[in-house]
């Protein structure tokens, strides 16, 4: 048993287990040169045959392929096809006799497309380092301890980790790779406790480094882990905003009203009010956005960080006119507007300016909602037909004739087509308007655009016009009707025949029966 059976901590160096390490100054296999005096790389214990489909103990199988990139370049394609379809215990052999060389960059390739193939992309990367006079890449070295991690080989990522250090090529980025990993395999632990050995790796144990360790933590759904150890690490480092952006971003994705609340008042008893602290006030206004009593509370806080000149930024304003939306609250939907967008602080875009047009369409402060539709462009959102259709829609609703004329117009300017079922309310509600010309506008136009469900409307016109005592404009658009092959009733032909009769132009009604009846 390694260890006399004690388990290596992350700090100690093992040499026991030489036969697992990644140290790219040992030759690679040749079945030409073979001594069997040196150590070679062999995969860690827990790798199984790569023609086993790699059941390796706890493997994540979500990685990309070559098999998914047709354009590869021939040679990565060749080298990632040995290392995907060959035993680990053959690779070397088969890459030297390939005849292949490769370049650092090739090699980098490589390994991002082999993570379903640890063991041999291993004996790839020890191969290479031959070729390349054992000078790989950090971005390679770091591609085998994320390879390594990823597939829970953490005693092996730990041996090429060493080596790494024996080059001098660890940095930070490594250890993010370290955390992530762990995080991911739910040891969060001994996430925590890498972060505590970098000291012993040469990397500093700094607020970058912290913020990464807390990133990933918060990431697998332990922000309440991360927080417990932010309490320790604040005391031997300063932490700055990120820090607190991070944890609420955390409870944020959790829905902790509760945590998040008592994170955002430890963040400004420990760092005080900041106004570029943007991030960390969105994430708790959206937190709060989530809470029984959301929108309240919500408001609140966001008065007490107006009194401080202190905002939140677009992902608060998207959340919290979504929100407004959703409970039919105009009056906070336009004081967030009036203080994120009054101070140029965010501009809505044109999923936001709908919301709010459709919000104070509901609340029937139709003023507020032609402002909103007016000012658009000057804010680089250009109304759609779903923009102009939503005001155009209630206006006619609640009988808006004055403001839905020239909507009506403006929209026919841009080409933009009303739905069907609003120009038939429009007809209705402009002939009930005694606006008769626009009612005829608004009818063309939907024949223009529409060519099935006419025939109610089509009889509303009619008869609409004739009660107006536009019978002229009804004989014409009846006479237009029928020559589309819309069907007019008896019952609108018999009203138009007594008007016509009344004024001494039966003949009128003669021609447009004929006309009827061959239609």
Known sequence: MRNGGRKRSHGEDSSSSSSSKIDSSKKPYSHRHHDHRHHRISPPSNFTDQNSRHRVTGKRSNFISYTELPSLPPKVKILCQIIAETPAAA??????????????????????????????????????????NNKHTPYAWNLVVDLLGKNSLFDAMWDAIKSMRNEFLLSLSTFRFVFANYAAANRAQEAILSYEVLEQYNVPKDVAALNSLLSVICNS????????????????????AETYSILLEGFENEGDVSRA????????????????????????????????????????????????????????????IEECSRKNNSKSAKLICEELVG????????VIYKSLISLYCNAKDFDSAQKLLDEMVYNGAFPDSETYGLLFHFLIKQNRVREATPLFKEMVKNEF???????????????????????????????????????????????????????????????????????????????????????????????????????
């Open 261 to 320: 609340r008592q994170t955002f008042s430890e963040m400004v008893a420990d760092i005080g009010w900041d106004m570029s602290n943007i991030p960390a006030y969105d994430s708790f206004l959206c937190t709060l956005l989530k809470g029984q009593d959301g929108l309240r509370e919500t408001i609140k806080y966001f008065d007490t960080m107006r009194d401080r000149n202190c905002y939140p930024g677009m992902k608060f304003f998207k959340f919290a």
């Open 221 to 240: 759904g332990k922000t309440e882990t991360a927080k417990d150890y932010l309490v320790i690490a604040k005391e031997r480092t300063r932490i700055n």
């Open 417 to 519: 087509v009303p739905m069907q079922q609003d120009c038939s309310a429009g007809v209705r509600v402009f002939l009930a308007a005694k606006d008769p010309h626009m009612a005829i506008k608004v009818w063309r136009f939907m024949v223009d655009n529409y060519k099935a469900d006419l025939d109610e409307t089509a009889n509303l016109l009619v008869v609409g016009l004739r009660d107006a005592n536009r019978l002229p404009e009804a004989v014409k658009c009846a006479e237009d009707i029928i020559e589309r092959g819309i069907k007019l009733t008896s019952a609108t032909l018999s009203k138009l025949k007594q008007s016509l009769c009344k004024v001494g132009k039966a003949f009128g009604y003669e021609e447009l029966l004929r006309k009827w009846k061959n239609y």
């Open 91 to 132: 690779v070397e052999r088969v890459l030297e006799d390939a005849g292949i060389r490769v370049r650092g960059e090739d090699v980098e390739e490589v390994l991002k497309l082999s993570y379903g193939h640890p063991g041999s992309a291993v004996k790839f990367f020890r191969w290479s380092s031959f070729q390349l």
């Open 343 to 350: 101070r140029n602080i965010c501009q809505p875009d044109l």
